[in-house]
DNA sequence: AAACAGCGCAACCGCTGTCCT
DNA sequence: TAGGACAGCGGTTGCGCTGTT
């Protein structure tokens, strides 16, 4: 049964008492308060305004932006100063003044299509017709084909976050807890990758459970040990061997990942620095030049009697750091100033413990960002084998 | 019994990347 | 080089469920 009922679809019972007397479970099912209205506390969250480039002379001075092209920029900002975005390249400005100009083309008729949730004939409809015709390359056309009152993109959302063969909902465990954490901490949120390393998870399970769940038992995880004077503990279960599936994906230039997780865990680390709501790092085009990284062994050693993480030499240790800022933080340190305020509320400690545990499936950064771009950020068994 | 409040998560939205002409 | 078309991604929304008052 679909969760959600469709919108402005009243509830076939009237009262609440009739509302408490309906629920198929037999339980008694009360209130229902909905939040229409109040905006998310990550909606608070916004971008500030970027710092000009010296190469950049227009009005707009687009940031760290690939846009060439003064006249665009100018338009756009003159048009709208929310253009004023990151990311931004000539094609995509061109696209938004296009769309701004003309208004935006819908992917499909909104009006006249079904929107909501899936009912079960839709999801027997969908799924039959990809058994036995395939994706044919064109989620656009496939609702016609199928016989589906939806949109395309409705139909791509539903079979890969939902009816797709092996998918796993919920029941995460604490191997999983791990990597995902790891891998956050690492790379922010590229669900897209971070899914990538949990077989039958999706980018959309994984983002939920991470902003659902996940944050909140990692920051009181961070709050108690700032609380108790102590270091952060990491989750309490090391990771297993990597399963076949991510062993293969990472075995390629990876020699030590697997031996490294036998090491694991670290008891207690000196310092930890989760990024939550850290913005995603900018994307693969960006980092197909990367800065020399050192192995992922240099990064942190686990002193075995202590079992604390002692600091590199310090100008190992810089180095390091410096190179990891390459890679992860082009674009948002820069002149020694953040840009984004995020992870300060951890004391601004250095994290070491996620690194080696997402050493361990990225031996190291160059390999995490060549699967990125191996991949291109598509998640294993989903569209590559779709369309 | 009823209302309130918090949460989970499916679905949507808007944008970017890529391919092709 | 410009632009159309589509896939993919990450952020956000909002409905239903459930515990509490």
Redesign the pocket.
């Given at each position: 049964?679909?969760?959600?009922?469709?919108?402005?679809?009243s509830?076939p019972c009237r009262?609440?008492?009739?509302?408490?007397g309906c629920?198929?479970?037999g339980?008694?099912?009360?209130?229902?308060?909905?939040?229409?209205?109040?905006?998310?506390p990550?909606?608070k969250?916004?971008r500030p305004a970027h710092h000009p480039l010296p190469s950049c002379t227009c009005a707009c001075a687009p940031v760290r932006l690939?846009v060439r092209?003064e006249r665009l920029c100018s338009a756009a900002y003159k048009l709208q100063p929310?253009?004023r975005?990151?990311?931004?390249?000539?094609?995509?400005?061109?696209?938004?003044l296009?769309?701004a100009d003309m208004g935006?083309?819908?992917?499909c008729d909104?009006a006249s299509v079904?929107?909501?949730?899936?009912s079960p004939e839709e999801d027997e409809q969908l799924r039959s017709y990809v058994q036995r015709h395939g994706?044919?390359?064109?989620?656009?056309?496939?609702p016609q084909k199928a016989g589906l009152n939806?949109?395309?993109?409705?139909c791509?959302?539903?079979w890969?976050?939902?009816l797709r063969p092996n998918i796993k909902?919920?029941g995460y465990t604490e191997q999983e807890d791990q990597i995902i954490w790891s891998l956050y901490s690492s790379i922010?949120?590229?669900?897209?990758?971070?899914?990538?390393k949990l077989p039958g998870r999706?980018?959309?399970?994984v983002?939920?459970?991470w902003?659902?769940?996940l944050k909140?038992k990692a920051m009181a995880a961070v709050a108690a040990s700032a609380a108790t004077g102590r270091a952060f503990a990491a989750p309490a279960t090391p990771p297993p061997a990597l399963s076949p599936a991510a062993s293969a994906s990472s075995s390629v230039t990876s020699s030590g990942g697997d031996v490294r997780f036998a090491a694991y865990p670290p008891q207690h680390h000196q310092g930890l620095t989760m990024r939550f709501?850290?913005?995603?790092p900018?994307?693969?085009?960006?980092h197909t030049e990367l800065a020399p990284v050192p192995p992922a062994a240099a990064v942190a050693q686990l002193d075995a009697t202590s079992g604390v993480w002692a600091r590199q030499p310090a100008p190992a240790s810089d180095a390091v750091a410096a190179a990891l800022d390459d890679v992860f933080l082009p674009d948002l340190v820069g002149g020694g100033e953040q840009l984004f305020p995020y992870g300060d509320f951890f004391g601004g400690l250095q994290d070491r413990a996620a690194l080696e545990l997402s050493a361990c499936y990225f031996p190291n950064m160059a390999e995490m960002w060549g699967a990125a771009?191996a991949?291109?950020?598509?998640?294993q068994g989903?569209?590559?084998t779709?369309?």
């Open positions: 049964m679909p969760k959600r009922r469709a919108k402005g679809q509830h009262t609440t008492a009739e509302r408490n629920d198929a479970t339980s008694r099912r009360l209130g229902g308060r909905t939040r229409r209205g109040a905006p998310s990550r909606y969250i916004r690939r092209s929310a253009l975005a990151p990311r931004r390249t000539d094609r995509s400005l061109a696209r938004l296009a769309a935006r083309a819908p992917c909104k079904k929107r909501g949730p899936w994706i044919g390359g064109n989620w656009i056309a496939l939806r949109c395309g993109k409705s791509r959302l539903r890969l976050n939902y909902h919920g922010g949120s590229r669900w897209s990758i971070i899914a990538s999706t980018d959309n399970d983002k939920n459970y902003n659902t769940k909140k709501d850290a913005p995603a900018q994307r693969r085009q960006q771009a991949s291109d950020a598509k998640p989903l569209c590559n779709l369309t």
